[in-house]
């Protein structure tokens, strides 16, 4: 009996030096296991890392977009300084009177009582190049201002449908081209010059309220429209009187360059107020109507310019 306990106590010890063996085997085998999973898990990490470094960036260009109108104001200012050159170089010294009229005491029938007689007196002898010179270099100035230093001002004025600075450019330029003809054509006295003149910004500033009326909603754009119109043709009815009173009394035509300057300077005005009345019912939108007016105002002052430059060359 005694031998057999001890059997049974050597075999049970070697039972449990076995297991012991066989855990640690077993944890010495998942050891090796979790370094080599860590070590995987580095070398992918680090070869993602280094495949997203060697990825081509792509880079991302914004592209500005050209505004057309500046680019036509910038165009028509070039232009317009390119006509003044010319105007002050090649054109001859043809010299137009200004004066001035007033009533005067007829010294010879006046001898019972004072009898008034119509007089005149010169206020100004003017060369017509420099006239022209003046008036390009004014409207080059205007457009560049307007393309430039105005530039966001003049872009919100177009997006709010009021193009201010626009009808601006053209009062100014225009009155002063008005002037120009009527003196072609015979008108020398300084006050009906500057009448013909201010009635042309007059039926501008008519035109700049047509439009904002038609953002109202209180209407009237059609009467602002027609009373503007009606100030701006007064001009051409009284231009229109001097050409066929020199034809009819002075029984002599004026040079070709009169006639061609003032029918180019019409005709320009003409187109200008049939794009404003097409943009204000609707018919074109707000954005070609600008950019046809900037365009037919720019072709009207080179017509101009380039017939005076021609007829009147050294």
């Not at 300084?81 to 170089?89: D, K, Q, R, S």
């Not at 009533?103 to 007196?121: D, G, H, M, Q």
């Not at 072609?184 to 910004?201: E, R």
């Not at 061609?260 to 707000?286: C, D, E, M, P």
């Amino acid at each position: 009996m005694a031998t057999t306990k001890k059997t049974t106590k050597v075999k049970s010890k070697v039972t449990k030096t076995k297991k012991a063996a066989t855990k640690t085997n077993t944890q010495a085998a998942k050891a090796p296991a979790k370094t080599t999973t860590k070590k995987a898990t580095k070398k992918t990490t680090k070869a993602t890392a280094v495949k997203a470094a060697n990825k081509p960036t792509t880079k991302v260009t914004i592209r500005t977009t050209k505004n057309p109108l500046r680019s036509l104001f910038l165009a028509s200012a070039a232009l317009s300084a390119v006509l003044a050159v010319m105007a002050g170089w090649f054109m001859n010294q043809m010299s137009y009177q200004v004066f001035g009229s007033f009533l005067t005491k007829n010294t010879i029938l006046s001898k019972t009582e004072t009898v008034f007689a119509p007089a005149i007196r010169v206020i100004a002898e003017v060369e017509l190049r420099w006239i022209l010179v003046g008036v390009m270099v004014l409207s080059a100035l205007l457009s560049l201002l307007i393309a430039t230093r105005l530039r966001t001002r003049y872009e919100a004025l177009v997006k709010a449908k009021i193009s201010l600075l626009r009808w601006i450019d053209m009062a100014i330029v225009s009155a002063l081209i008005v002037e120009v003809v009527a003196l072609l054509n015979g008108v020398q006295d300084l006050a009906t010059l500057k009448l013909l003149g201010g009635l042309t910004i007059v039926a501008c500033v008519l035109g700049w309220l047509a439009e904002r009326r038609r953002l109202d909603t209180n209407g009237g754009v059609k009467a602002t429209y027609t009373l503007g119109a009606i100030v701006g043709v007064m001009p051409w009815v009284v231009i229109a009187s001097y050409m066929l009173q020199t034809v009819a009394y002075g029984q002599v035509r004026s040079p070709w360059y009169v006639y061609a300057a003032t029918a180019a300077t019409f005709i320009g005005l003409l187109l200008y107020a049939r794009n404003h009345f097409s943009q204000l019912k609707g018919k074109v939108s707000y954005q070609i109507a600008e950019r046809r007016a900037v365009l037919i105002s720019t072709t009207m002052k080179f017509a101009f310019a380039i017939v005076l430059i021609v007829g009147l060359s050294k």
